[in-house]
């Protein structure tokens, strides 16, 4: 079965780091891109960017560019986001999607990662 | 503010076709194929239209798309209770250099 597994909740003080990851299985995980995408709570659903795990080239949404770090293990066929110091703003369920080379659309989803950052 | 605009929300009764569009303009739609997805109550997204017109593999024929100039549209015939959701068009933007998504439409089966 195709998936994407992500980590487990978060919570998390203002200022703390924070990484969060995405696992896929059941697939060549090297031939698809990895996209994040926030959903805020109550919102639609923002892009974040995307990331090749064959070479880790990256491509960032302007809104997030500097403010996170995507980045891919292919032997682990995990991606990840990273938060070197996040805000309150930073509250949202992350999830990571799979896009095929050959489309625009994310064709699988993941279940989705909840960060909490609150003091 | 999104550069794709949706209609905040859509109702039907069982059994009706109902309508949701998408409006962008020749940054995005006008330009590229459009995406649909689905959002479930308390569910991550599953994709239900990609380039525009295609159904994936499982995703039933009563769910369709169009697109005309810088509007897309996704239809939905045979209105069950399970289709109560939220629905979003996505469409890459070149002006953004990202990929946008509309606001989502709350469809709601009376």
């Known amino acids: 079965e195709v998936q994407l597994v992500q980590s487990g909740a978060e919570v998390k003080k203002p200022g703390d780091s924070l990484t969060i990851s995405c696992k896929g299985s059941g697939y060549s995980f090297s031939n698809y891109w990895i996209n994040w995408v926030r959903q805020m709570p109550g919102k639609g659903l923002e892009w974040m960017g995307k990331i090749d795990p064959s070479d880790s080239e990256t491509t960032y949404s302007p809104s997030f560019q500097g403010h996170v770090t995507l980045s891919a293990d292919k032997s682990l066929s995990t991606a990840y986001v990273l938060w070197s110091s996040v805000k309150a703003s930073d509250t949202a369920i992350y999830y990571c999607?799979?896009?095929?080379?050959?489309?625009?659309?994310?064709?699988?989803w993941g279940p989705g990662t909840m960060v909490t950052v609150s003091s | 503010q999104s550069v794709l605009t949706q209609s905040p929300s859509a109702s039907g009764t069982p059994g009706q076709r109902v309508t949701i569009s998408c409006s962008g303009d020749?940054?995005?739609?006008?330009?590229?194929?459009v995406n649909w997805y689905q959002q479930l109550p308390g569910a991550a997204p599953k994709l239900l239209i990609y380039?525009?017109?295609q159904r994936p593999s499982g995703v039933p024929d009563r769910f369709s798309g169009s697109k005309s100039g810088t509007s897309a549209s996704l239809a939905i015939s045979g209105l069950q209770s399970d289709d109560e959701a939220d629905y979003y068009c996505a469409a890459w933007d070149d002006s953004l250099s990202a990929v946008a998504f509309g606001g989502g439409t709350k469809l709601t089966v009376l």
């Open positions: 999607a799979r896009t095929p080379r050959y489309l625009t659309a994310f064709d699988i």
């Open positions: 020749y940054s995005n739609i006008g330009i590229g194929t």
């Open positions: 380039s525009t017109n």
